[in-house]
């Protein structure tokens, strides 16, 4: 993978969509090795720590949404369109490095018709400023397990980094290569579709500069 902003390159193009095509999820071989996947309703906060935390490896939980009661549990492009249609979202950046946003409902439309190789994704921590992302930031919650965090100690401090991300896409789509703030750990809840996640060993550097978000 070869770290691009979304205007360099073929981002946007149409000429290589179906080689795109052939890197979806459900085509790419799975890796050799088991990653450790539970329940959420299996393990208690103190568990999850003692047994998990420590160990610095990604973990599988599924069925959070459910479990936590999530509003957003069924959130899905169409849905969020119609439910919230008005909501801006950043889908990339321009010729400039200034942020593309689109209304929901135009990315809607986009998702549906687009055959860019590299297809627009929204990627948003400035969605939930507004009234309208913060009520739907309101359909779901940090995960109960989850609830001991540190940063939580210096919010509102200036040097408080982005935290939380929507992120949404049609097929094709995703983000460059990354480091998250500071470095953190992150917890990503996949509502609906496929994801491929590409995660690299603490001890691996990454060779085309990657971009911290």
């Not at 909501?87 to 439309?109: A, N, Y």
């Not at 986009?110 to 309101?138: C, I, L």
């Not at 590409?198 to 971009?211: N, T």
């Amino acid at each position: 993978m070869i770290c691009l902003k979304w205007n360099e390159g073929f981002a946007f193009a149409e000429r290589r969509a179906a080689d795109f095509e052939t890197l979806r999820v459900d085509k790419i071989e799975r890796p050799p090795f088991e990653i450790t996947r539970f329940h959420v309703s299996n393990v208690t906060a103190e568990e999850f720590r003692d047994k998990y935390e420590s160990i610095h490896e990604p973990l599988i939980i599924d069925g959070v949404p459910e479990a936590e009661g999530w509003g957003a549990a069924n959130w899905t492009i169409p849905t969020l369109a119609r439910k919230y249609p008005n909501m801006t979202v950043t889908v990339g950046t321009d010729d400039e490095d200034k942020p593309i946003r689109l209304s929901m409902k135009d990315f809607e439309r986009y998702s549906d018709t687009n055959t860019d190789d590299t297809p627009m994704y929204v990627f948003d921590w400035r969605v939930y400023d507004d009234h309208v992302g913060k009520e739907a930031m309101s359909e779901y919650r940090v995960p109960s397990i989850f609830t001991e965090d540190l940063f939580q100690l210096v919010q509102g401090h200036k040097d408080y980094p982005s935290h939380r991300w929507l992120l949404v896409g049609p097929k094709r789509s995703g983000s460059n290569i990354h480091n998250d703030p500071l470095g953190t750990s992150a917890w990503n809840t996949l509502l609906s579709g496929r994801k491929l996640w590409f995660i690299a060993p603490p001890h691996l550097e990454c060779a085309y500069g990657c971009r911290l978000f």
